[in-house]
């Protein structure tokens, strides 16, 4: 079964590339350029996980994980947040993201970061930051 990603990120150069090698991965990808309704979308598109920008127009990609984190019916979905400035999230809190990834990042990498985050939860090793 394609495993589905809901991509957030207001750059839409950004969203197609990564669109267009997520799919070549072989995941569904939905993408959004807005924050705002990622509630909405995840209760739509049902992701098995969601990949965010951390800077975005209008609110931080951290919110947008800490709104996911937040709701009974979407904690259990994987966030990862992608960031060109990782001593910035650090130092503001991680916003119980899954994991971060540090921009620039090789596009295989991120794969095998979103292939660990769909794998059986039970085989998950304890992350720290």
């Known amino acids: ?23 070549s991965a072989g995941f569904h990808v939905t993408t959004l350029t807005k924050a705002e309704d990622v509630l909405s979308n995840i209760a739509l598109h049902h992701p098995d996980l969601v ?14 994980c800490a709104q996911i ?9 994987p966030v990862i947040l992608m960031t060109a ?3 910035v999230l650090l130092s503001l ?5 899954d994991e971060f990834v540090e921009k620039p ?5 991120l794969v ?4 660990y985050r769909l794998a059986d939860p039970d085989k998950l090793q304890a992350d720290s930051f």
């Not at 990949?51 to 947008?64: A, H, M, R, S, T």
């Not at 984190?69 to 979905?77: A, L």
């Not at 809190?93 to 993201?97: A, P």
């Open 1 to 23: 079964m394609t495993k589905r990603i809901l991509l957030v990120d207001d750059d839409a150069s950004i969203l197609e590339i990564l669109e267009e090698f997520l799919t």
């Open 112 to 115: 095998k970061r979103i292939e």
């Open 105 to 109: 990042f090789d596009l295989d990498h």
């Open 69 to 77: 984190k937040k709701n009974e019916q979407t904690r259990h979905i």
């Open 51 to 64: 990949l965010v920008d951390y800077l975005l127009n209008g609110i931080n990609g951290g919110e947008v």
């Open 93 to 97: 809190g991680t916003y119980n993201c």
């Open 85 to 87: 400035y990782p001593r």
